[in-house]
């Protein structure tokens, strides 16, 4: 008995970080079989199609002049050739987007400077203005490392437990004001 295993399709986002309001964003379905059709949803809701090529592998989708409400998941579907009228989605990925009419989160470290393998690292990220929930970024992942709703003075806490040297690198905390889009602070 032989059992077909079907691939779903991945989709990133280019620039992946740094995006603008105004700024254009190509999001790539990047397909694991030749496909007929590929779609791409916003927010669970239809927003594109592509009728594809047999030998093509990655369809492309452009968001220009990015505004406050594209600041959201995007997933792709595609309706691959073999087994006929299958249809697949990717995980979702989230678009970041910096509005620089807000300020940016505060941010800050403990401990503040050498940090050994194996202690724990907290990082605070604020903002008393607008009631936000805030995310943790690692520079080079796609998608928020963490995510958490502030206490009462507007502020989030997140530790990393036991660092390792994986754990090197540049932070950032970004906060959402009631579905709007993300602000970031660098660390």
């Not at 437990?161 to 602070?185: E, K, M």
Request: with cysteine; proline share 7%; hydrophobic share 30%.
């Amino acid at each position: 008995m032989a059992v077909d295993l079907i691939l779903g399709p991945s989709l990133s986002l280019h620039p992946s970080q740094g995006v603008s309001l105004g700024d254009t964003v190509t999001l790539r379905c990047h397909l694991p079989q030749p496909a007929a059709w590929v779609e791409l949803y916003q927010d669970g809701k239809w927003r594109s199609s592509k009728d594809m090529d047999q030998e093509q592998d990655v369809a492309e989708f452009s968001l220009t002049g990015i505004k406050q409400e594209d600041a959201v998941r995007y997933q792709c579907h595609y309706k691959g050739l073999e087994p006929a009228g299958t249809w697949e989605k990717s995980d979702p990925v989230e678009l970041l987007v910096t509005d620089h009419s807000y300020p940016p989160p505060g941010i800050s470290l403990s401990p503040k400077e050498h940090v050994e393998i194996g202690t724990n690292v907290t990082i605070q990220c604020s903002n008393q203005e607008y009631g936000a929930s805030f995310l943790l970024h690692k520079d080079g992942h796609s998608a928020p490392i963490q995510h958490q709703e502030p206490d009462y003075w507007g502020t989030a806490t997140f530790t990393l437990f036991g660092v390792t040297p994986a754990d090197s690198g540049t932070y950032r905390c970004s906060y959402r004001i009631r579905g709007c889009c993300l602000l970031f602070s660098p660390l």
